[in-house]
């Protein structure tokens, strides 16, 4: 499988990791991680909005180009970046978008080669890019992968690649005697991705850099055997990374917290729940506890037991004295002298409810 690298101005994609159980986790404490990525994506057989070749570029959360085998042309997908990149920037990245597409449709046959394949449905993905962290901590990889399983990685340090089963072993062993082409990586990795990076954050500044508190609301409802769900949902935050866990007595449940994850919330913040399962017998104070980079000290929302029965219990209230109060009025019409009781005489069952 030969190699066409990308120079600093290649585009970068998606890589978003979300850690899904226990408590969701700000990566890095409090301090920004900032990302910028490449991602392809090749089938062997495309079909309706699936392209056999899929490129997109992103920095941090923000798609900021794509390119399709379909369009055969990379497109801007951020208003900041069209307006800090010419013509030139355009067409040199479908330039290397079309040399990567030559590539990837030679690695197809190679890879069906390697594991004895003919036919069927097939996928590679490719991704590499960097890490920036407010400390100035920088980290790069390259990983790819077939058939949605690990093929080979890019250990810089060395300047060698990492096999993940023995089909891989093949290319490895003829990955590493390219001794050139694996300086070329480290060298990008190292000295170029950053650099373009730095230079993206500043172009989207106001949206890449911004800073939006979370609001938190919590709930509970009945569980199994006696148990109570407590749910706590935070939403419109940004950036993405977030802590969030339940507390029993000011101390941390973690290893009971459970989150399905953060979801986009449409409006270009996010948001995610957490639960966890109590014994409401056992008489505790339960709180939400967040910790963002937008809070300059964590926040707690508390729980408290049947806090979410007195709307509802004011509003059968409010409706049982309001229907006694027409009942009463419906009875003393009724005794008016020359008045018979009648349904006439109730709203909605007369034409009250109905235009003339």
Not at 69 to 88: C, D, F, H, I, Y
Not at 333 to 351: D, I, V
């Amino acid at each position: 499988m030969g190699r066409v690298l990308p120079r600093c101005g290649a585009a970068m994609g998606l890589a978003l990791r979300l850690l899904l159980l226990g408590a969701v986790v700000l990566r890095g404490g409090h301090s920004r991680l900032h990302s910028w990525r490449i991602f392809h994506t090749v089938v062997s057989q495309s079909g309706p909005g699936l392209p056999w070749h899929r490129y997109v570029g992103c920095v941090d959360d923000q798609v900021i180009f794509e390119y399709s085998s379909e369009k055969q042309r990379v497109e801007p997908r951020a208003a900041w970046m069209t307006q800090n990149e010419g013509l030139e920037f355009w067409d040199h990245q479908t330039f290397w978008a079309r040399r990567w597409e030559a590539w990837f449709r030679a690695s197809l046959n190679t890879l069906r080669e390697l594991y004895n394949q003919t036919g069927g449905f097939h996928i590679i993905q490719m991704i590499l890019g960097c890490d920036l962290q407010e400390d100035n901590t920088t980290w790069g990889f390259y990983q790819d992968s077939y058939n949605e399983r690990d093929f080979l990685a890019f250990d810089k340090e060395t300047m060698t690649w990492v096999a993940a089963d023995i089909g891989a072993q093949i290319t490895k062993r003829r990955w590493d005697a390219e001794v050139f082409d694996n300086q070329r990586w480290k060298h990008y990795l190292e000295e170029e991705c950053i650099p373009w990076l730095r230079s993206s954050l500043e172009y989207g500044r106001e949206t890449l850099q911004r800073k939006v508190r979370p609001t938190a609301r919590v709930s509970d409802r009945s569980s199994h055997d006696g148990l109570t769900t407590l749910s706590c949902k935070v939403s419109g935050f940004y950036p993405r990374d977030i802590t969030v866990t339940w507390l029993k007595n000011e101390e941390s449940r973690q290893q009971e917290t459970y989150s399905e994850g953060i979801l986009p919330s449409g409006d270009g913040t996010y948001q995610t729940w957490v639960t966890m399962e109590i014994d409401p017998k056992i008489k505790a104070h339960y709180s939400c506890h967040m910790e963002h980079e937008s809070l300059l000290e964590p926040l707690s929302v508390s729980w408290e037991p049947n806090n979410n029965l007195i709307p509802t219990v004011a509003g059968v209230i409010t409706a049982v004295v309001l229907i006694g109060g027409i009942i009463g009025v419906v009875i003393w019409k009724n005794r008016l002298p020359g008045k018979e009781p009648g349904m006439e005489e109730f709203p909605g069952f007369a034409g009250h409810c109905t235009p003339a």
